[in-house]
């Protein structure tokens, strides 16, 4: 069996956060109760109660409980879940626009939790930039003078920010409209603009809280595939928030699910389609083509006696839907390699039984409408 052969048109997910030990962003232990003597009910047998019951028998709300995770340098972290289920509070905590009530929050090995006002503001300033739903655009400020406008707090001098912000309004595609007001700007240009004035300053983190819900369908489906690009290009650390699971499973590196404050499960797109964690994850992902998530690594087998191990190689972490034609006009079994490390063969019959299963459940998913 000959080694292994990078395939060049793996996913996209392969490389993020290699290299780098210390994460981009650490969260532990995080939580953010509304309500009188809020502070008391940690450590105390009423952490413990669901949301509803803390509710009823204290009057506070348990908007995050107790949540713990990683980013990785260069990754897009997808935080998603149902209205109520604490993501927007959540990246506000990120960023202390809401004061934890326990728990730290570590952006680039800098405690923004314990950070003096004067430290948190160069925080904000230097190491994380935020997007919104409402673009907050300067009204009475041209394109150019909005995406500088972080540099000018920042100190920086006129020519150099506005030479700055000239390099991200060409990054973001808006070259030409820098001497227009954002009134004379469709609402996807608008973001972009939004977009433009958070790279400017060059930060370590970019947080994104729903940024394209408000716009139409395929004017969010542009800006959705405008991120992928533009973390292609500069390959920034991304905490992006949504309701929606096709936008986190197109964006995200991994994704973590919150419920009623909570995290119910966190994993990469495939890991939480194949391996839900339970009926709430069921349900959310039940109506995803398998093959447009699922990677080789779900597909593989072991080698039938006597199989031949000469055929094609790709790698783990390649799309179903992506390899498919390559499998399927293979006469041998492709090789699947997860780095150098062989773990076994996948064939036609293979590619063709999670295609057959998804059109089986997009069969019952139209019958079950039609009844």
């Known amino acids: 069996m000959s080694a292994p052969v990078i395939d060049p048109t ?109 430290k948190l503001r160069a925080l904000r300033r230097n190491h994380m930039s935020m997007v919104f739903q409402q673009f907050g655009l300067l009204p009475h400020r041209k394109v150019i003078d909005n995406v500088a406008y972080g540099l000018e707090v920042r100190g920086e001098g006129k020519s150099n920010r506005l030479a700055r912000a000239q390099e991200m309004v060409d990054l973001v595609g808006l070259s030409g409209y820098e001497r227009s007001f954002p009134d004379q700007l469709s609402g996807g240009m608008q973001q972009r603009v939004g977009l433009a004035r958070a790279l400017a300053v060059d930060p370590q983190v970019l947080l994104f809280d ?84 699922l990677t080789l690594r779900y597909v593989v087998r072991p080698p039938h006696e006597g199989e031949s191990l000469d055929g094609p190689v790709m790698q783990a972490n390649r799309i179903v839907r992506d390899a498919a034609r390559q499998v399927l006009h293979s006469t041998l079994p492709v090789r699947v390699f997860d780095g150098d490390q062989f773990l076994g063969l996948v064939d036609d019959d293979d590619i063709l039984r999670v295609v057959v299963a998804e059109e089986a459940a997009d069969a019952g998913a139209g019958k079950e409408r039609g009844s």
């Open 10 to 118: 793996s996913s996209r997910r392969a490389a993020r956060g290699a290299g780098s030990a210390e994460p981009a962003l650490k969260v532990e232990g995080l939580w953010k109760i509304f309500g009188p003597k809020a502070d008391k009910i940690i450590g105390s047998p009423d952490e413990r109660l669901t949301r509803k019951e803390l509710q009823v028998k204290t009057g506070c709300l348990a908007a995050v409980k107790d949540v713990s995770f990683e980013v990785s340098h260069g990754e897009v972290f997808v935080v998603m879940g149902l209205s109520g289920s604490g993501k927007s509070t959540l990246v506000r905590l990120l960023t202390r626009l809401i004061e934890p009530t326990a728990g730290t929050v570590t952006i680039d090995g800098e405690d923004v939790t314990r950070a003096s006002k004067n």
């Open 210 to 293: 729903e940024p394209f819900s408000a716009l139409d369908p395929l004017i969010r489906r542009d800006m959705q595939n405008e991120v992928c690009r533009l973390h292609e290009e500069v390959g920034k650390t991304m905490v992006f928030i949504t309701h929606d699971l096709q936008e986190a499973l197109k964006l995200g590196d991994r994704i973590l699910i919150m419920r009623d404050g909570e995290i119910v499960q966190i994993g990469t797109p495939a890991e939480v389609v194949a391996n839900p964690a339970d009926d709430y994850v069921r349900d959310f992902v039940s109506e995803v083509p398998r093959s447009h998530v």
